[in-house]
Every structure is written in structure tokens, then in C-alpha cells.
Nanobody
Framework: QVQLVESGGGLIQAGGSLRISCAAS????????MAWFRQGPGKEREFVAA????????YYADSVKGRFTISRDNAKSTMYLQMNSLKPEDTAVYYC?????????????????WGQGTQVTVSS
């Protein structure tokens, strides 16, 4: 079993940038495809970005494409989400998730390993 811990969230002004991280422990990190999801106030959890085990393929929600970049460092067992040009509608709790096989379309149901989440608040 892999354990996931997010960090790096905070309060940021619209237009700013923030990088959040997901540190993994337990099973071999490189065995897993990884993803970021978010859940805003009163909203369902939604897909943000995903990355294959070797970083060779990445996927993004249309709402973040061109602004967010997902990456991973298997040597550090850590995944990142670089968020640029942040908007108030990006305000949410951001969760990282792990699964051994990515299937398209990517949905939260595929993932059974989750972190506790990190809050990102974008002020206007």
C-alpha cells in the first residue's frame, strides 16, 4: 500500500502561481500512475491532471490546460502540480491519488489511494 501526503497549498492572489506536492511512501512510487483531483465548495470532486508512471504521458482537464503542469520525480517519490495564472474558480481542496493503471476517461472512481488534501484559495 502507498501512502500519500499533499503539501504546499495556501492563499494566493488571482494571477499568481503556486506549486503543490504529493509525497509518497510505502510501495514503490514508480509502480503507480498518479493524478490530481480537486473539490471546490459545494462541488463534486473533479479531475485536474494525471501522469503515467514514467512521466511519459500527461493528461489535463480543459479548465487547467495551458496553466497547470503535472510532473513527478520517481527518485524522490514525489509528484508536483505547478499552477500558474490562478483564478478564483481554482479555489478547492486538491487531492493526489495513485493507481497502477490509468484508464481513459480518468475519473475518481479508478483511484483507491488518496491523500488527505491541501487547500488552495485564490483571492480576486
Amino acid at each position: 500500500q502507498v501512502q500519500l501526503v499533499e503539501s504546499g497549498g495556501g492563499l494566493i492572489q488571482a494571477g499568481g502561481s503556486l506549486r503543490i506536492s504529493c509525497a509518497a511512501s510505502g510501495r514503490t512510487f514508480s509502480n503507480y500512475a498518479m493524478a490530481w483531483f480537486r473539490q471546490g465548495p459545494g462541488k463534486e470532486r473533479e479531475f485536474v491532471a494525471a501522469i503515467h508512471w514514467n512521466g511519459g504521458f500527461t493528461y489535463y482537464a480543459d479548465s487547467v490546460k495551458g496553466r497547470f503542469t503535472i510532473s513527478r520525480d520517481n527518485a524522490k517519490s514525489t509528484m508536483y502540480l505547478q499552477m500558474n495564472s490562478l483564478k478564483p474558480e481554482d479555489t478547492a481542496v486538491y487531492y493526489c491519488a495513485a493507481e497502477q493503471t490509468l484508464r481513459l476517461p480518468i475519473t475518481a472512481r479508478q483511484f483507491d489511494k488518496w491523500g488527505q488534501g491541501t487547500q488552495v484559495t485564490v483571492s480576486s
